[in-house]
């Protein structure tokens, strides 16, 4: 296996970050992390600005190759550091199924996700509007029976009969929906499912709020 031990992870407690940490927790992979200052706007310092011009979070440093976006962080991982039962390989049956997955977690997840969360919780009350914010969530509710539906069914993962990055794509979003008090309309087989996701123990350690001081 190539050389882990110079990973370094720009890290803030309850971001997209934790899709990173919880993929290199699963791998076994050895990382720092760097906490990144997350209480006010933009993220992190001007040094960070180096990092991630956008100053957002995670960004990833591996012995100087900078990745940010954390599906990409993912994939770059999985691909640099693989083999991983958590990545699905072009010659498996639901390889398709896997990326779909995987991706809309983020692309297909985000837009709606994002507009709740700012107009329920993150923007000044004075500057939050009801009607965008009643959109976003029936918006955040279709894409979830969606998912429901047709990614999860009867299945215990979403794709390849195991727990993949996928899982923690689309897993993240959840969690951002129970940080933000928008999770009791979620469809029940994925709240068991994400019951499941959060019974491991990469997941505690991925969360962890107390090793990081932001
Ligand atoms: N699509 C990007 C989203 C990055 C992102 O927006 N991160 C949030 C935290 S979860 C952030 O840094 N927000 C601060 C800001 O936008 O200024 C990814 O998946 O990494």
Sequence with gaps: MADTSA?????APRTRSIRVRWLMEEMGLPYEIVPVQFDTRPAGDE????IHPLR???????KGTVIVESLAIMQYLMGRYGPTSLDVRPDEPEYA???QWFHFGEAGMMMPVSLLLAHTTLLPEKARDPRLAAWARSEVEHLLEFAGKSGLGEREYLA???FTAADISLG??????KIIRQFDSVPENLKTWFKRLTGRDS???ATA???VSA
């Design 7 to 11: 990973i370094r992870l720009y890290h």
């Design 47 to 50: 040094a960070y600005g180096g």
């Design 56 to 62: 957002k979070v995670p960004a990833l440093d591996d």
């Design 97 to 99: 199924r896997f990326l």
């Design 160 to 162: 390849a009969n195991r």
């Design 172 to 177: 993240y979003m959840l969690y951002l929906l």
């Design 203 to 205: 997941w505690a350690v």
């Design 209 to 211: 709020v107390e090793t």
